[in-house]
């Protein structure tokens, strides 16, 4: 085993477990932040005066439509699935998860975008594998 062989094992026992390194740590400290982040935003606008309540709500589904770009950053970067560490095409599929918390607060555009997503990363993992199927024909 040489040692380029030795770091991906390592690499792909670290994304499995836990957070991860590199990417995958990202994408999943960005779903640990910001998919419950909304029970401080629901307490705070309990909270605040009704003036400011939309406000804050406001700048929590600002913070939803960064999570979802982050996302979309990521997939940009990695876009191929033999090109991405391991675990990665799962990982970004989870970003389906800020659906709930868009649920939650009415937000349309986080309830269409982040299933849309999942969908998303689900469709185009199922094409390149049926590509690579074809392909090696």
Same mark, same amino acid.
């Given at each position: 085993?040489?040692?380029?062989?030795?770091? +991906?094992?390592? !690499?792909?026992?670290?994304?499995?477990?836990?957070?991860?390194?590199?990417?995958?740590? +990202?994408? +999943?400290?960005?779903?640990?932040?910001?998919?419950? /982040? $909304?029970? #401080?935003?629901?307490?705070?606008? %309990?909270?605040?005066?009704?003036?400011?309540?939309?406000? &804050? /709500? *406001?700048?929590? !589904?600002?913070?939803?439509?960064?999570?979802?770009?982050?996302?979309?950053? &990521?997939?940009?970067?990695?876009?191929?699935?033999?090109? @991405?560490?391991?675990?990665?095409? +799962?990982?970004?599929?989870?970003?389906?998860?800020?659906?709930? #918390?868009?649920? $939650? $607060?009415?937000?349309?555009?986080?309830?269409?975008?982040?299933?849309?997503?999942? /969908?998303? &990363?689900? %469709?185009?993992?199922? &094409? !390149?594998?049926? @590509? !690579? *199927?074809?392909? *090696?024909?």
């Amino acid at each position: 085993m040489d040692l380029y062989s030795a770091q +991906r094992i390592v !690499e792909a026992e670290a994304a499995r477990t836990g957070l991860g390194t590199g990417p995958n740590r +990202r994408l +999943r400290l960005t779903l640990i932040i910001g998919m419950p /982040l $909304f029970l #401080p935003v629901l307490a705070i606008m %309990i909270l605040v005066p009704k003036s400011l309540m939309n406000d &804050v /709500l *406001h700048v929590y !589904e600002a913070g939803i439509v960064g999570c979802l770009l982050h996302y979309v950053w &990521v997939f940009a970067k990695y876009p191929r699935h033999a090109g @991405r560490p391991p675990y990665l095409t +799962r990982d970004l599929a989870m970003g389906g998860g800020f659906f709930l #918390p868009s649920l $939650f $607060f009415g937000f349309w555009l986080g309830m269409i975008a982040a299933p849309a997503w999942a /969908l998303f &990363v689900g %469709i185009a993992y199922a &094409v !390149e594998l049926t @590509r !690579e *199927h074809y392909a *090696h024909r």
